[in-house]
């Protein structure tokens, strides 16, 4: 949960904002902070904070459909801390959830990163891809992790023709990097560099209509064998998370408690239509506590949810990894669309 927070542009580095905030904390509150992240997974919700997510299922289920992918959409976790052993209820869900793939490999995993904004949809579209370490304060390992997977210029072509038949300004960036909001989670799902990688940007503005569409436009892509994974956090406040007045914390879990409750009711009512579901989850704003979670101008965590949940249409989806449902004691969600 020390990432650095990403930048809301299509630079390359960090805001300076939330490398200093992110300094602030680590010198003031380094000893307490070690002690804190070693006993992270120990935290555990009570049942009473669970009430409306007790009718999530597992993540080991298999697609409904022989030829068509999944869409998931996953907590990153904190920078590279997943891999850094620091997060494993982090790495153990994603490395699950990459195993159920096991012979029946996707022609390409396609990411949707939270850490990556642009004027328009970008989709990275070389043989090979570099990596860039957007995260500051970590040990010296943490700058030289490597996870050597291909590119897919072929289905990045394809996402960009698909895009653009729907209308939706695009561009191919054979350069860009992929982010630690791509391979650090890659790293625990196929940790053999083995699939080949499509990563594909936000669009600056955070709205959540333009990147359901987006999602809509790409659901061809599923059809293909391509996994889509939205990788960002459902919650996603710094004010909250590294509370230490226990007030703050506690109406922080409060409010996590009550976005996840709402979240999961609306993906997973099977009574809503599909127009009834898209409009309720782009109208999210109007959720309890959502602006709590992320606060104005900050929600990019969030967007790549709504890109896997347009991908699906507007269908049902589930709740997967409830075992793994909490960062630092706050509510975090994560669903799977299987249609």
């Known amino acids: 949960v020390l990432a650095v927070q990403a930048s809301h542009t299509s630079t390359l580095f960090c805001c300076p904002y939330h490398v200093s905030s992110f300094w602030f904390i680590m010198r003031n509150f380094r000893g307490v902070f070690s002690k804190a992240l070693a006993g992270t997974s120990a935290f555990a919700f009570h049942n009473s904070q669970l009430s409306t997510r007790a009718q999530a299922t597992s993540m080991s289920s298999t697609p409904s ?16 801390m ?13 490395g699950a959830y990459g195993a159920k793939f096991e012979g029946r490999s996707p022609r390409a995993v396609v990411v949707v990163t939270a850490h990556w904004e642009d004027r328009q949809v970008s989709v ?45 300004s695009v561009r191919s960036n054979p350069t860009r990097p992929w982010d630690h909001g791509t391979f650090i989670p890659l790293m625990c799902m196929f940790p053999d560099a083995q699939v080949p990688v499509v990563q ?81 989850l782009v109208n999210w704003l109007s959720a309890p506590s959502a602006a709590q979670c992320h606060p104005r101008g ?7 949810f709504f890109v896997v949940a347009g991908s699906a249409l507007g269908a049902p989806g589930k709740e997967v990894g409830l075992e793994y449902a909490q960062m630092m004691n706050i509510a975090v969600s994560q669903y799977e669309f299987v249609e």
């Not at 997943?82 to 994603?94: C, R, T």
């Not at 891809?129 to 394809?158: C, I, M, Q, R």
């Open 298 to 304: 900050g929600a990019e965590h969030f967007m790549p």
């Open 65 to 80: 459909k022989k030829d068509l992918m999944p869409a998931v959409f996953i907590n990153h976790g904190g920078g590279p």
């Open 82 to 94: 997943p891999v850094l052993g620091q997060q494993p209820e982090v790495k153990d869900f994603l």
């Open 200 to 280: 594909i940007s936000l669009v600056a503005g955070q709205d959540p209509k333009t990147h359901w569409d987006i999602g809509v436009a790409l659901r061809p892509l599923r059809e293909q064998g391509v996994l889509i994974v939205g990788s960002g956090l459902s919650f996603h406040n710094f004010k909250y998370l590294f509370a230490w007045n226990p007030i703050t914390k506690h109406e922080g879990i409060e409010h996590a408690k009550n976005f996840a409750n709402w979240l999961t009711d609306t993906v997973t009512d099977e009574k809503l239509s599909p127009e009834e579901r898209e409009a309720k």
């Open 124 to 168: 990275s579209s070389g043989q090979t891809h570099s990596l860039l370490y957007d995260y500051g304060g970590f040990p010296p390992e943490s700058y030289s992790l490597k996870y050597p997977a291909p590119g897919e210029p072929g289905v990045a072509a394809t996402a960009v023709k698909l895009l653009e038949d729907a209308g939706i």
